[in-house]
Every structure is written in structure tokens, then in C-alpha cells.
């Protein structure tokens, strides 16, 4: 690319490179550039536009580190370089970028630690270095970013605990630090993110308590604090977070009850409460989360017979009940819930379904003491009137993976 042709993108507010390099719309042809090349780039009327964008795209195979000289661009608004090969460290001089609101390096190989000038980016709005090899704690200066609203830190190998503070990001609306090693406990000072609509913390070594104070995060949608190592109750002020979609808290080592507050998250489509030490019964106000698409509470220690308020999930997908200690009769309005994926008899040898009819496909193997099984006269699996909410739940799991990805 000739210093003309540079010359002539000098009277454009933005710019916008795509490895590609477009003037405005002033050049046809697509101009290939290494990560080298790019970082050449850095002398000329090109950088002393007052907005500049650097875009890679996907599949631009940019491989190599990221140039130091980058930090040099302090007009920058843009850094866009996910979906290559990068590799080696976040050059720290990234932090001179202060007029940064947007840098997204995403799935690449890059690998040691955050560097903790990041934090002087207070115009930043989202940050994205999931899926890399990074290393390391988070730096607690990265809560200087209060302009935040998006953070995604997952898939790397993170270590250390979750700086408290972060709470200090009072514009987040979406965290997600999965599938790090991130130990030590949730720091109650996240409660402060009264914005947030989606916090996920699944797949690390999270330990201690569920902090009550979430509870006053009252805009989430997605609560996701699967396979981590945390004990202690389920806090029923979780109730207070009505607009709930989806909770995860499986494979933990919580205990106690299962709140019946919980019945009050009418928007719930997905409850996981599967493989921790929950004990009790399972109330019956979970009758009223007519929302609810996905109940799993498999491998608890739960007591008591099966509430027949749950006859009234008529959009209910899957009911995984197996593994407890459930006793007595499976109520009659129950029994529509068995089919394809849902499992409320193995581990459960009290339980008895003669009110309920079942194919080979659904055998109770109920307990010697209940009354005769009732013959089924279908050899088919039934589907009955929850089918459709098999297909509403895989719907909104599309939505959901959509949203999610990988940033």
C-alpha cells in the first residue's frame, strides 16, 4: 500500500481495518496485512484520525504476538483481533490505549498473565479474552473500569480469587469468568452489580458460601455457579430475583432445604439443583414456576413424597427426580411427566407408581410394597402434553448459546 493512498484516508473521522484495510470506501481491493505489518503502520497521517477501528474478523489467521507498538495508537477506539493465532503476551503497553471502548482478544493462544495496566482503560465498555492460555490472577485494578458493560475471562487458566473489587463495575450487565481455576469464595461485593443480567462463574474451585446479598441483584437473568466447590444453604433471599431465567447450582456441596421461596421465580425455564447434599422435601411451590422447562434435583438426599403441585408444570421438558430418598405414591397429576429424559424412580426404592402407566420404555421398578403396576397398552414411549415444552426449552437453548458463544 503506497503512502498515497494513506494520504488520502486523512479526511476520514474513522477508519476501519478488517486485515483488510478500508479508506472510507475509497479503496476497491482488499489490502492483506500481517500483525508486522499492521503495527508498521503506526507513523502517518492514518493514526491522527480522531476515531480508528482495527477489526481482524474471523479466520484471518494472524499468528505471532501482539505488537507492542499498537500501544502507540492512542486515537484507538477499536481492537478487535479474536479468532486468530496470537500468541505470547498481552503487551501491557495496551493500557495506553485511553481512549479504548471496545478490545476483544478472544480465541487466540495468548498466555501468561492480565496485565494489570488494563485497568486505565475507564472508557472500556467491553473486554473479551476468553478462550486463550492465559495464567495468573485477575488484577484487582481492572475494577478501575467502571464504564464496563460487558467482561468475559472464560476458558483460560486463571488463578487466585475473585477480586472483590470487581463489584466496583457497577455498569456490568454480563460477567462471565467459566471454566477458569478461580478458587477462594464469591466475594459479596458483586451484589453491588445491581445492573447485571447474566453472572457466570460454572467450572472453577470456587469454595465457601453462597453470599445472601446476591439475592439484591434483582435484573439477573442467568445465575451459573455449576461445578464449583461451595457449601452451605441455598439463601431463600435468592427469591428476591424474579427476573431469573436460569439457575445453576449443581455439583456442589450445598446442603439444607431447598428454599420454597424459590417458587417465586415465575420466569425460571431452568432449575439445576443436581449432585450437591440437599436434604428434605421438595416443596411444593415449585408447582408455581409454570415457566419452567428443566427441573433436575438428582442425586440430593430429598425426603418425602413427590409434591403433586408439580402436575401443574404443564411446559416441563425434563423432571429428574432418581437418586434421593423419596418415599409414597407418585401423584396421578405427576405421572404425564414421565417421558423421554426424565427419571424419578432409580435410587428412589420407597417410591411407588401403581397410579401411574407405564411401557417397557418407562419401567417404575417400583418398591415390592406398592400396589400393582398399571399395564401400559402402548409399546411406544408416551409424549403427552409436555412434549411442548421440549421444544420451547430447546428453543430458548439456541437463544441462549447464541448470546453466549465465545467471546
Known sequence: MSMAMVARTSKCVRMLILVALFGCGLMSGIHSFTIEQIANLVQGPLWNQSSIYIYTGYGRNLSGPIPPELGSLTNLTTLYLSSNGLSGPIPPELGSLTNLTSLSLSNNQLSGPIPPELGSLTKLTYLSLSNNNLSGPIPPELGSMTSLFQLYFSQNNLSGPI???LGNLTNLIDLRISNTNLSGPIPPELARLTTLQSLDLDDNNLSGALPPALGSMTKLQILALSNN???????????????????????NNLSGPIPRELGSLTNLTWL????????????????SLTNLTDLWLTNNSLSGAIPAELGNLTGIGFIKLSNNNLSGQIPPTVCGKFFYGSSFYPGNPELCCSNCVFSSYYPCGASPYCPALK?????????????????????????VQAISGYY
Request: aromatic share 6%; glycine share 12%; no cysteine.
Open 163 to 165: 477480586p472483590p473489587a
Open 229 to 251: 466447590n461451595l457449601t452451605g444453604l441455598i439463601p431463600p433471599r435468592f427469591s428476591n430475583m424474579t427476573d431469573l431465567r436460569i439457575l445453576y447450582l449443581d455439583n
Open 272 to 287: 439445576r439443583l443436581h449432585n450437591n447434599r440437599l436434604s428434605g422435601a421438595i416443596p411444593g411451590e415449585l408447582g
Open 375 to 399: 399395564p401400559s397398552t402402548s409399546p411406544s414411549p408416551p409424549i403427552g402434553p409436555s412434549f411442548g415444552g421440549v421444544v420451547a426449552g430447546a428453543a430458548f437453548l439456541l437463544a
